[in-house]
C-alpha cells in the first residue's frame, strides 16, 4: 500500500494510491484513515510531503564510507538528532540555500514512518510499530556542521528536510538501496544492510530516548558521495520500492 498526501483544490487530504488513481482517506492513516469518497487520477493532484511529523530524528554516520568520507570513526551506538518539522517539504518543493552557509550538501536517506507511540521498546517490538517507508534528504549545511559541535543549525533551516513521494507500507528494508542523483547523474549508492545500526535498532535505541509518535519519520543515515548542491540544481534520491524524490534548488 502507498500513503499520499496531496492538495486538490485548495484542500489537502491524505489518501491511498490505487494504481494511477487515488482514493481520498478519512484522517492520516496512522490515525486510523479509511478510505471515502471517489478516485481521482493521481495527474490530477500535487502531492505534499506525505507526513507531517512532530519530529525528524536523524542517524549520523551509520554507514562506514560515508564516516571515513568525513574523516570520522563508526559511532558506538546509533548518533541521533533533530530536525524541526518546519524543515520538511514535499516532492517537487524548494531546496533553499541559505545566505548563512556557502557549502550545503545533499544526503540521501531511507526514512522510517512511525504508525503508533513507541517507548523502550525491542528491536523486535519497533518492527511492529512501523506505518511504512519513505525517501528523505538529509540537507545539511556543511560548512556550519564542521564549525559547531551541535547539529541543529547545520540541519535545521527551512526546507532541508525533503520527503515523499509517499509511504510505502510493504518493504523488507534489507533489500534496498539507497542512490542520490544530481541533475541526472549518479552521486550517491548504498545499501541498508550495510548499516551499521539497522532500521529497527534505531527505533529502539531512539524510543529508550524519546518516545515516538505516529507519523515521526526517522532518517536512518546516508552513504558515501555527498556533496555540494547549488541554484539551478535538481536532486533526486531514489530507494528501491518507494521511488524518486525530486526537488529543485534555488
Request: hydrophobic share 35%.
Amino acid at each position: 500500500m502507498r500513503y499520499v498526501r496531496y492538495r486538490r483544490a485548495n484542500q489537502e487530504r491524505y489518501g491511498q494510491i490505487e494504481k494511477e488513481q487515488v482514493r481520498p482517506l478519512t484522517a492520516a492513516p496512522w490515525l486510523g484513515g479509511t478510505p471515502e469518497g471517489s478516485l481521482v487520477p493521481l495527474a490530477d493532484v500535487r502531492l505534499v510531503a506525505p507526513v507531517q511529523p512532530s519530529k525528524i530524528v536523524c542517524v549520523g554516520r551509520n554507514y562506514l564510507a560515508h564516516a571515513k568520507e568525513l574523516g570520522q570513526e563508526l559511532p558506538r551506538e546509533p548518533l541521533i538528532f533533530l530536525k524541526p518539522s518546519t524543515a520538511v517539504i514535499g516532492p517537487g518543493d524548494e531546496i533553499r540555500c541559505p545566505p548563512q552557509s556557502k557549502e550545503v550538501h545533499y544526503e540521501a536517506e531511507l526514512g522510517i514512518v512511525v504508525g503508533r507511540p513507541l517507548t523502550r521498546v525491542s528491536p523486535s517490538e519497533a518492527k511492529l510499530g512501523v506505518l511504512g517507508w519513505t525517501c528523505v534528504n538529509d540537507v545539511t549545511a556543511r560548512d556550519i556542521q564542521r564549525e559547531e559541535k551541535q547539529f541543529t543549525r547545520a540541519k535545521g533551516f527551512d526546507t532541508f528536510c525533503p520527503v515523499g513521494p509517499w509511504i510505502e507500507t510493504h518493504l523488507d528494508p534489507q533489500e534496498l538501496s539507497v542512490v542520490c542523483r544530481l541533475n541526472g547523474a549518479e552521486r550517491q549508492r548504498g545499501y541498508v544492510k550495510d548499516m551499521a545500526f539497522d532500521p529497527f535498532a534505531v527505533m529502539s535505541y531512539i524510543s529508550h530516548v524519546m518516545t515516538l509518535l505516529p507519523g515521526d519519520v526517522i532518517a536512518t543515515g546516508t552513504p558515501e558521495g555527498v556533496g555540494a548542491i547549488q541554484r539551478g540544481d535538481w536532486v533526486e534520491v531514489e530507494i528501491t520500492g518507494i521511488g524518486v524524490l525530486k526537488n529543485p534548488v534555488v
